[in-house]
């Protein structure tokens, strides 16, 4: 049984080292092209359907089954009618398909009437005639809200917060961890786990200590409440700190010896170096801030300072709730994140691989 075993080893591994010719796949091709597609539909499926759906009718949102395409139903001008009516195909008892206009629907039975004939009125069980579609965007679901909603307030809104707070979160979260990691003091270590130990904390506890504040700084209702309480963020801190960890001492030392302030040192060589990782918690603060909603909807109570993930709450009435909307505006939210990661993405796997983060 071994000696069958060992002879078999060769030929395994001779499969599965085989070299391929030019143009010959071999089934390891195949098996990695399907596994890397099936993760890419698991991955981008759901957006790619988002934006599609983003395009459809409030009607063509709930009809079942769904459809992947945004469909609209043809409709045609009527002689005798004021509004052009839906086109339906319709298959008579004796077996022939027809193109029938609707008047009305009165039960289980439709009224129509032939676009060539309209004098005559034809009543057809609601099963028989199926709806003639075509490809049909519903770009209204993008300009309505731009014009009747004031969606460019909050886009500017959140734009503003996302930059400022991202800017001043990279420079007090970058101070930080040039001290903890450059710094040699008694208690660096102990002070390290406390930071880390405060992402244990639920941000559901913090709310009501830190709406207090914010009040008594009379911050509430502006733009700065929702900036200024995750300035700092243990996270960054983390990461930051352990990226210049692996910054060479001998640097530092010898900026030291050239009469280098720690401001510069800090400014014009930790900086610098510390590029990848400053990314990285760029791309992290710029989506926690950009997709932040309970916080702001709770300091934020005027309609000009919300934001857009406030104002998409905005769609969502008591009793209606106007997803052909809501789809729309939140295609829109993920266009600067997708540009961020697109310009950045090349600082992730450096930044986070450097840090030691996982």
């Given at each position: 049984?071994?000696?069958?075993?060992?002879?078999?080893?060769?030929?395994?591994?001779?499969?599965?080292?085989?070299?391929?010719?030019?143009?010959?796949?071999?089934?390891?091709?195949?098996?990695?092209?399907?596994?890397?597609?099936?993760?890419?539909?698991?991955?981008?499926?759901?957006?790619?359907?988002?934006?599609?759906?983003?395009?459809?009718?409030?009607?063509?949102?709930?009809?079942?089954?769904?459809?992947?395409?945004?469909?609209?139903?043809?409709?045609?001008?009527?002689?005798?009618?004021?509004?052009?009516?839906?086109?339906?195909?319709?298959?008579?008892?004796?077996?022939?398909?027809?193109?029938?206009?609707?008047?009305?629907?009165?039960?289980?039975?439709?009224?129509?009437?032939?676009?060539?004939?309209?004098?005559?009125?034809?009543?057809?069980?609601?099963?028989?005639?199926?709806?003639?579609?075509?490809?049909?965007?519903?770009?209204?679901?993008?300009?309505?809200?731009?014009?009747?909603?004031?969606?460019?307030?909050?886009?500017?809104?959140?734009?503003?917060?996302?930059?400022?707070?991202?800017?001043?979160?990279?420079?007090?979260?970058?101070?930080?961890?040039?001290?903890?990691?450059?710094?040699d003091f008694r208690g660096r270590n102990g002070i390290m786990l406390l930071v880390i130990g405060t992402l244990m904390i639920p941000i559901t506890v913090i709310l009501v200590p830190v709406y207090l504040v914010v009040t008594q700084m009379g911050l509430v209702n502006s733009l700065w409440a929702v900036i200024l309480p995750g300035a700092a963020t243990p996270t960054?801190?983390?990461?930051?700190?352990?990226?210049?960890?692996?910054?060479?001492?001998?640097?530092?030392?010898?900026?030291?010896?050239?009469?280098?302030?720690?401001?510069?040192?800090?400014?014009?060589?930790?900086?610098?170096?510390?590029?990848?990782?400053?990314?990285?918690?760029?791309?992290?603060?710029?989506?926690?801030?950009?997709?932040?909603?309970?916080?702001?909807?709770?300091?934020?109570?005027?309609?000009?300072?919300?934001?857009?993930?406030?104002?998409?709450?905005?769609?969502?009435?008591?009793?209606?709730?106007?997803?052909?909307?809501?789809?729309?505006?939140?295609?829109?939210?993920?266009?600067?994140?997708?540009?961020?990661?697109?310009?950045?993405?090349?600082?992730?796997?450096?930044?986070?691989?450097?840090?030691?983060?996982?």
């Amino acid at each position: 049984m071994a000696d069958a075993t060992a002879q078999s080893r060769p030929g395994v591994l001779a499969m599965l080292t085989a070299r391929r010719g030019r143009g010959k796949l071999h089934w390891t091709d195949v098996f990695s092209y399907i596994y890397l597609g099936l993760g890419v539909l698991l991955m981008f499926g759901p957006v790619i359907w988002l934006a599609l759906s983003s395009f459809k009718t409030p009607a063509g949102l709930v009809e079942f089954p769904p459809t992947l395409l945004p469909l609209g139903q043809i409709s045609v001008p009527v002689e005798g009618y004021d509004d052009p009516l839906l086109l339906f195909s319709v298959t008579t008892e004796t077996g022939e398909t027809r193109e029938l206009a609707q008047i009305r629907r009165i039960g289980i039975v439709r009224q129509m009437v032939d676009p060539a004939a309209p004098d005559e009125r034809i009543d057809v069980p609601i099963d028989a005639a199926e709806p003639i579609r075509e490809f049909d965007m519903a770009w209204e679901n993008y300009t309505d809200p731009l014009q009747r909603f004031d969606f460019t307030r909050y886009l500017w809104n959140s734009v503003v917060v996302t930059v400022v707070a991202t800017a001043i979160t990279l420079l007090i979260n970058s101070m930080a961890a040039y001290g903890l990691a450059i710094y040699d003091f008694r208690g660096r270590n102990g002070i390290m786990l406390l930071v880390i130990g405060t992402l244990m904390i639920p941000i559901t506890v913090i709310l009501v200590p830190v709406y207090l504040v914010v009040t008594q700084m009379g911050l509430v209702n502006s733009l700065w409440a929702v900036i200024l309480p995750g300035a700092a963020t243990p996270t960054g801190v983390f990461l930051l700190r352990q990226y210049m960890l692996t910054i060479p001492r001998d640097l530092i030392e010898a900026a030291r010896m050239d009469k280098a302030s720690e401001w510069a040192i800090y400014w014009k060589v930790v900086m610098p170096l510390a590029m990848p990782a400053l990314a990285v918690l760029a791309i992290f603060s710029v989506m926690w801030r950009w997709n932040d909603f309970l916080w702001p909807l709770i300091v934020l109570n005027r309609s000009e300072v919300y934001t857009l993930q406030v104002g998409l709450n905005a769609f969502q009435g008591e009793l209606n709730v106007q997803w052909h909307y809501i789809l729309a505006m939140t295609v829109v939210t993920l266009i600067p994140v997708v540009v961020v990661f697109a310009f950045l993405q090349r600082f992730i796997t450096t930044g986070i691989a450097a840090s030691g983060m996982k």
